[in-house]
């Protein structure tokens, strides 16, 4: 296959098909994502065989566990793509929506339009179900798809390719307004993130080099996140009754995820309080601690499992561990605390565990991270939490989509003007 010839096709179709979808009905859009919908549940048979494919290979390639876990659809993971895409046809279309209307000293009309951004290009790893959520989200906001999944993945891909263009052609709507790429060779990323003519954006979703290595290579424009070393900061006068829950959350309730807590840091004048008993949590659950000096000392003194404990170095302070390990740090108060996570912060998610409303709201100020909360899990920080029904991903870019990008943050806002006549002068 030729490759650059190859993606130069798919690119083409794409901004051709962009075209047509930035004008498409709502309800055309939805009759499409439905289709797709029943186009999975008919074709669950022939999904499941294809995975079984994808995974014999990856057994047989002697892929980790956790990869194969990720890879693995059952009959409820094929339903739950269906039902995905039933869920963001109910979403509200954010596409055509006009906001901030206002009249002008010159008589003209102001405000501003919520559009497509044009064709997305989404590069991928593992997961299946990526692309039909991708394919919906890209779709329901107006936006062409190119799609380039893991090798892992190819056939199941495939699969769930063939039920997208299935519901497109039944819309109709363009069937190549999302397009899977076919090959696995990795020359394919290289062309597709330097195609400017035909791509608008680039989404990686995968491990830190994969997106360390599109974000260097790419000519075009790259919604990403590269680490999520999340903190929760214990303030001096947070409510003894909310601490233990919400680093338990924020930490235990899943170790692989990007919106786990990394680090905690607790203010000195109160860690003698809180954090014998954090302490004592954490280790029933089997985490590691890695310690400043004084967290060290003070857990050892309150007879924490030593095996638990282990001196932190420079390195820690920046760490997404995705396993049962925290960062622990004394800090002297909210400044103190604020500080430490602008720069060690990887700038995903921080929360604050406070009753008092101005350290509350400094921190929801000061903090520069996508998401910041206040006596709520870090684990929150997601978007069908937040009410957008679905996410392409978690942008800790600060231009454009910042936090879990839904349909809103597939698309921009172009400025609008109303005038009856008006000429300037």
């Known amino acids: 296959?030729?490759?650059?010839?190859?993606?130069?096709?798919?690119?083409?179709?794409?901004?051709?098909?962009?075209?047509?979808?930035?004008?498409?009905?709502?309800?055309?859009?939805?009759?499409?994502?439905?289709?797709?919908?029943?186009?999975?549940?008919?074709?669950?048979?022939?999904?499941?065989?294809?995975?079984?494919?994808?995974?014999?290979?990856?057994?047989?390639?002697?892929?980790?566990?956790?990869?194969?876990?990720?890879?693995?659809?059952?009959?409820?993971?094929?339903?739950?793509?269906?039902?995905?895409?039933?869920?963001?046809?109910?979403?509200?279309?954010?596409?055509?929506?006009?906001?901030?209307?206002?009249?002008?000293?010159?008589?003209?009309?102001?405000?501003?339009?919520?559009?497509?951004?044009?064709?997305?290009?989404?590069?991928?790893?593992?997961?299946?179900?990526v692309t039909a959520d991708a394919a919906a989200l890209c779709l329901k906001s107006g936006n062409a798809a190119i799609l380039r999944g893991g090798k892992e993945a190819i056939n199941a891909n495939r699969a769930i390719a063939a039920c997208v263009r299935a519901g497109l052609i039944a819309a109709g709507l363009p069937e190549h307004a999302v397009q899977v790429v076919e090959t696995t060779d990795r020359e394919a990323v290289g062309t597709l993130i330097t195609m400017p003519e035909y791509v608008d954006v680039i989404v990686p979703r995968g491990g830190k080099s994969l997106i360390e290595r599109i974000s260097k290579d790419a000519r075009v424009p790259v919604i990403k996140h590269l680490d999520g070393n999340c903190h929760v900061y214990i303030d001096d006068e947070a409510d003894p009754a909310k601490v233990v829950p919400i680093v338990e959350n924020a930490k235990t309730q899943r170790y692989g995820t990007c919106n786990t807590a990394e680090s905690l840091l607790v203010a000195r004048d109160v860690a003698d309080i809180y954090l014998p008993e954090i302490g004592r949590m954490l280790a029933a659950k089997g985490v590691e601690m890695r310690c400043c000096a004084d967290s060290l000392a003070l857990l050892a003194e309150a007879g924490?499992?030593?095996?638990?404990?282990?001196?932190?170095?420079?390195?820690?302070?920046?760490?997404?561990?995705?396993?049962?390990?925290?960062?622990?740090?004394?800090?002297?108060?909210?400044?103190?605390?604020?500080?430490?996570?602008?720069?060690?912060?990887?700038?995903?998610?921080?929360?604050?565990?406070?009753?008092?409303?101005?350290?509350?709201?400094?921190?929801?100020?000061?903090?520069?991270?996508?998401?910041?909360?206040?006596?709520?899990?870090?684990?929150?920080?997601?978007?069908?939490?937040?009410?957008?029904?679905?996410?392409?991903?978690?942008?800790?870019?600060?231009?454009?989509?910042?936090?879990?990008?839904?349909?809103?943050?597939?698309?921009?806002?172009?400025?609008?003007?109303?005038g009856n006549g008006e000429i300037r002068r």
């Open 304 to 418: 924490i499992d030593a095996g638990k404990l282990v001196a932190a170095t420079e390195a820690d302070w920046r760490e997404e561990y995705l396993a049962p390990i925290i960062a622990v740090k004394l800090v002297d108060g909210l400044d103190d605390a604020i500080a430490h996570i602008n720069t060690y912060s990887s700038g995903h998610t921080e929360a604050i565990v406070t009753e008092n409303y101005t350290h509350a709201m400094r921190f929801l100020r000061e903090v520069d991270s996508s998401s910041v909360m206040v006596n709520a899990s870090t684990r929150f920080a997601d978007g069908f939490e937040y009410g957008l029904g679905a996410e392409i991903g978690i942008s800790t870019d600060k231009i454009h989509a910042r936090g879990p990008v839904g349909l809103e943050g597939l698309t921009s806002q172009k400025w609008i003007v109303f």
């Open 1 to 129: 296959m030729d490759i650059q010839n190859y993606m130069q096709t798919l690119g083409r179709q794409a901004r051709a098909a962009s075209r047509v979808l930035a004008a498409a009905s709502t309800e055309a859009k939805n009759a499409a994502l439905l289709a797709m919908a029943a186009e999975i549940r008919a074709r669950r048979s022939e999904l499941l065989a294809a995975n079984a494919q994808d995974l014999a290979e990856a057994r047989a390639a002697g892929l980790e566990p956790a990869l194969i876990d990720r890879l693995t659809l059952n009959e409820k993971g094929v339903e739950a793509i269906a039902v995905g895409l039933e869920q963001v046809a109910a979403l509200p279309d954010p596409v055509g929506e006009m906001t901030d209307i206002k009249r002008r000293p010159s008589g003209i009309q102001l405000g501003k339009m919520r559009v497509p951004l044009g064709v997305i290009g989404i590069i991928y790893e593992a997961r299946p179900n």
